[in-house]
């Protein structure tokens, strides 16, 4: 069964501290992105890539960055957290669009 | 870039009754549309899409959408629920095959006995 795994499902870190959420997939996937979703809003794009060492910016992508060393990890950095970079982060791959996303099962980050 | 909306934040029902979700789609020349569907506490899954050809397309689970071009819609439909259809659904859209998915924001329903 084909898989994208998120490192953590909760996380709580205080503000200011530096942040890594991590997501591997086994499909063997060009493509991967990072999104959040916060109530209301659905799902916003922050980061996406197509390649390794490839980075593309999304539509929220103020307070992130991005790595993507090796083919199957994407990791998603929260370079100084804040409180209102708290929510649920989700990661998805895929080959093509077409074929749909696979995604993650999510990591509720809570910034105190 | 694809702008989707969904027309409905929240829809309860009660178990066995009909209800149809709704999507609509920024019109372009060529789009292709999807389904997804977050259980509580978990990831997306992918319920359903439209790539071409029949514009009604179901799922394994008694939903359906319908794709109309003239009214830029994809309503997602079922003619009877169950308690464990409750969950948040989302419709996406993509141009081509190398654009991202761009999601509408989400429409929960809620499945009451």
């Known amino acids: 069964d084909v898989k994208v795994t998120q490192s953590s499902r909760y996380l709580v870190k205080r503000t200011g501290e530096k942040v890594f959420l991590e997501c591997v997939q086994d499909?063997?996937?060009?493509?991967m992105f990072w999104y959040r979703q916060d109530p209301g809003l659905g799902l916003r794009l922050i980061y996406f890539?197509?390649?390794?060492?490839?980075?593309e910016k999304g539509d929220i992508p103020e307070g992130y960055s991005v790595s993507r060393e090796k083919k199957e990890r994407f990791s998603l950095i929260l370079e100084s957290a804040s409180t209102n970079q708290t929510s649920m982060y989700l990661c998805?791959?895929?080959?093509?669009?077409?074929?749909?996303?696979?995604f993650g099962s999510g990591t509720r980050l809570t910034v105190v | 870039a694809q702008s989707v909306t969904q027309l409905d934040s929240q829809v309860p029902v009660f178990e066995e009754a009909p209800v149809e979700l709704r999507c609509n789609y920024s019109?372009?020349?060529?789009?292709?549309l999807f389904w997804y569907v977050q259980y509580p506490n978990q990831g997306l899954q992918l319920l359903l899409k439209?790539?071409?050809?029949?514009?009604l397309v179901e799922s394994i689970n008694g939903f359906e959408a319908e794709f109309n071009k003239s009214q830029t819609s994809f309503h997602l439909r079922k003619p009877s629920v169950h308690i464990s259809d409750t969950a948040e659904y989302f419709c996406?859209?993509?141009?081509?095959?190398?654009?991202?998915?761009?999601f509408g924001e989400g429409t929960q329903l809620t499945v009451n006995p």
């Open positions: 890539s197509y390649d390794v060492k490839m980075k």
């Open positions: 439209y790539l071409s050809g029949s514009t």
């Open positions: 996406a859209a993509t141009k081509t095959s190398g654009s991202r998915l761009t």
């Open positions: 998805a791959s895929s080959f093509n669009s077409l074929g749909g996303y696979t």
């Open positions: 019109s372009s020349v060529s789009v292709y």
């Open positions: 499909m063997d996937h060009e493509n």
